[in-house]
């Protein structure tokens, strides 16, 4: 095609049918691309307008099709060799009338590029024999397809480039979503580094076995709020991803005081794993009550699944003596499925704003709801009210501790070791 005609000028679907209809010459070996092959190309696009224009003007367009590439695809031209300026294809006079057509139809209808309906109605109103030939046996009245109130949609090429790039961003921020953070990546490897350190150090820096432990709760913070995230998108809250809760990065979840400085505290005075994270959760979004009570399950659930890890090693090994030759980094293990134990109780108390209560709160009826509605701001309270000074709220909190660290192998001992070690300073 001439310099003239830019790709800009004609829909998407138009320059599909100036392809096809140049393939379907070059299979024939055709000298030229010929308003027949346009015409060709035009029928083939099954869903443009100008095959919706015929079909709802009652022509039968696969028959036209079939007769067609019948007739085209008779005529095998030989081509003899010949020097590559010969061998370039050149456009039929004609064709570039019906080019120019086209764009004279667009132009009159007030639309910013050429349709194939506009291809069509040019090539009837310019027809060459062999079209006429075709019109006048097909019954095609070229003032009906011109004025035919049936129109397919089609989109101008900036459109087609735009929603590709539209299509290609929202691929990529999706998969950004579910893309592990760097942030979660760093502690795992500098877990992984201190583990090491531990491991083969007999006297290690008191320091960087309150590092260890400190980094590995950091690290079950991320998984619990990740837990409740990732059923929380499979229940139906889609902002979860956007929000980034999908990536694993803990600073997406913490708050400096309630996430960093209130947990540590913690398990400084009371040797207790407490979950300070909050991921924010639509539960209006998620489709279902037991889906609900999923969401809130999934953080205890993850903390679980990160003790059993962790414990793997005491649950295979059943010689207590092997502990004593790397025995820091064993209480430093120890202590981290100690705390992820006392997350899992802690979390599972049926008190406002912890996990427990989230999962029996979509059952509860909106009376109790609205009854408890002012406690719901002082569960936190509640909490430490009832373990410094309920004697028999400890006792039961202690017992089922115990019970869980039995079943995963965990020696008292190690427990006590670890917890001395990271109160280096006491």
Known sequence: MEQTFSPEQFSVQAIHALQQAGEFASRTRSLSLSPSHVLYGLLAQREADAVGVLTALGHDTEKMLRELKAQLGSRQMVRWRTSGAQQQERMDPALERVLHGALAEANAAGAPFVSTRDLLVSALANPTAEIAEWQNAWRIDVDAVR????????????????????????????????????????????MVALGVYLYSTPEPEPVLFFAFVTIGWVISLALHEFGHALMAYFGGDFSVAERGYLTLNPLKYTHPVLSILMPVLFLLLGGIGLPGGAVYVNMGAIRSRWMQSVVAAAGPAANALFAVLLALPFLLISDPTLWLEHFHFWAAMALLVFLQATAIVFNLLPVPGLDGFGILAPWLPDSLHRALAPFYSFGFLLLI???????????????????????????PVLIDAGLTFYRFWM
């Open 385 to 411: 009210l009832l373990f410094w000074y309920v004697e028999g709220f400890r006792t039961v909190f202690w017992r089922i501790v115990l019970v869980m660290l039995g079943e995963l192998n965990i020696s």
């Open 147 to 190: 004025q035919a109130p049936v129109r397919v949609y089609e989109q101008s090429v900036a459109q087609a480039a735009q929603q590709y790039q539209d299509a290609a961003a929202r691929a990529e921020a999706q998969r950004s979503h579910w893309r592990l953070s760097s942030v979660f990546l760093g502690l795992a490897a500098i």
